[in-house]
């Protein structure tokens, strides 16, 4: 073992790629010699839910992070492998005094992994420094103490991070086999990952997009403008909560002295809003793992399971469904990995209650196509448009309205399904109840051009209301429901 250099503290950046307002990463730089780490693990890359667009962007950061690192004399090593065995072989090298990171609440595996580099660091006598990265606590017991918990975090002073001497490494900068996503399979339309480009996204909507948040967020015509676009960089911490929560603050202060505020208020608290559920959701998945795999509310179970039509997933998937607002929302997803909310919770209400599908294989599908993939956020959302907790309120959007109502000109239909371009406005809902005269004289043919509805809209949409109303009614699910809103309802 090298004893060239004192025992090192070891910075493990996970999801948080920023060298700013980052704690564990100030906290070592206090403590002595400091080198970040960042591992391409194994067991993310063979999770069901990975996507190379994922790495991608995640490598995205990381060249923003290694720039910035190296100009606070920290060098940023990038491994591929498993944590436990990147440590051993750090360890073999140099002398480890210190594990710094943030906690992570996410799948399954990454508790897993937590786990094993806990005993690692226990049976090695390394000591190891975890930090709260959102405004979720771990091991709560009381739901009702969250709100003030969360507020402790997120409302912070922001952390300044100071430098150091510059560190000389015995190690390559980039060693091992790092992964080159196959272009192929990358989305062209998705954003771009790293710091500055967090920065950019911040700066642009508190200066002039935010205004109109709140009134542009629902359709997809207008929320890639209207919305921050800051979710994959928040999920890839390139940018902290409380660095937004203050720029919200920052901004508020300066409409307030001003005689005219317009719409941005109104923005602002929505906006502000989000970031609240942001932390709730994830305290979900915090509280209770086990929704990455079963319903929360277990008296539920049975209702969908045995009735999965491997058909049917197989046309939402692809964006061939003949409903033309799911299919460009899938097209959509499949070029950019981002849609709007209400579009989000669409695709996942058509396919849970039109489709009669259970949750998890259209989560972990969606999982692979969101960039900004949070786990809590996402298992959270999908079992509540799934009408599987008991506690929520039932939405099954009609594709047809949202269409109607959010796209009424038909722009979005039009830029993801060129092939309804033939389709007058007033038809394009539903391309397949057009005359066949007018079909003729439009150069489209419904069940040729593009698919014919793979359901009856009106008959799923009635045959799944009484379902899943007949289920909720159950003695049995409401007495589970009472339990599941006292472990998950926040009070505030």
Request: aromatic content about 10%.
């Amino acid at each position: 073992m090298s004893t060239q250099l004192s025992p090192l503290h070891l910075v493990w950046f996970k999801r948080d790629l920023r060298a700013e307002d980052h704690e564990a990463l100030a906290e070592a730089l206090q403590s002595g010699p400091t080198v970040g780490l960042f591992v391409i693990e194994d067991v993310w890359l063979g999770s069901d839910e990975f996507a190379p667009a994922h790495l991608q962007f995640a490598l995205e950061c990381l060249k923003d992070l290694r720039a910035t690192l190296a100009g606070k004399g920290v060098p940023l090593l990038i491994r591929t492998g498993s944590m436990v065995q990147v440590l051993d072989d750090l360890r073999r090298e140099h002398p480890i005094h210190t594990l710094y990171s943030h906690q992570e609440t996410g799948l399954d595996w990454s508790f897993k992994r937590d786990l094993a580099v806990g005993s690692w660091c226990r049976h090695h006598s390394v000591a190891w420094r975890e930090f709260k990265q959102f405004g979720v606590v771990r091991k709560l017991k009381d739901r009702k103490t969250w709100p003030s918990k969360r507020s402790d975090i997120i409302e912070r002073p922001i952390i300044r991070v100071t430098g150091q001497a510059p560190f000389v490494s015995p190690w390559s900068e980039w060693t091992g086999a790092i992964p080159v996503p196959d272009r192929a399979l990358l989305k062209p339309g998705a954003q771009t990952g790293g710091r500055s480009a967090a920065l950019s996204l911040l700066h642009s909507f508190f200066e002039e997009r935010g205004e109109h948040y709140s009134g542009s967020i629902s359709s997809p015509n207008t929320a890639n403008e209207g919305c921050s676009r800051l979710s994959p960089h928040l999920t890839w911490g390139t940018v902290s909560l409380s660095e937004v929560h203050w720029a919200i603050q920052k901004k508020r202060s300066i409409l307030h002295a001003l005689p005219r505020t317009g719409k941005w208020l109104r923005s602002l608290e929505q906006f502000e809003s989000r970031l609240w559920w942001h932390c709730h959701f994830i305290q979900k998945l915090e509280s209770e793992p086990s929704m990455e795999f079963e319903n929360v509310n277990r008296e539920f179970d049975g209702m969908r399971e045995s009735e999965f039509d491997d058909a049917k997933f197989d046309a939402w998937c692809k964006g061939e469904t003949g409903f033309p607002m799911i299919d460009a929302c899938m097209k959509a997803l499949h070029r950019d990995g981002w849609i709007n909310f209400r579009m989000r919770a669409m695709l996942l209400s058509f396919a849970t209650y039109q489709l009669w599908l259970h949750w998890k294989k259209p989560a972990i599908f969606l999982a692979r196509h969101f960039v900004d993939f949070e786990p809590g956020i996402h298992y959270s959302q999908v079992q509540m448009q799934a009408g599987v907790t008991g506690i929520n309120t039932i939405r099954i959007y009609s594709p047809k309205k949202q269409l109607l109502d959010q796209d009424p000109e038909g722009r979005f239909i039009r830029s993801h399904l060129p092939e309804l371009s033939r389709v007058p406005v007033s038809d394009l809902a539903e391309p397949h109840l057009m005359p066949p005269l007018l079909q003729l004289e439009s150069g489209f043919q419904a069940g040729v051009h593009y698919p014919l509805p793979i359901v009856d809209p009106e008959e799923s949409y009635r045959r799944a209301k009484e379902r899943i109303f007949e289920w909720k009614n159950r003695s049995e699910v409401r007495r589970a429901a009472k339990k599941v809103l006292q472990r998950h309802s926040s009070h505030t």
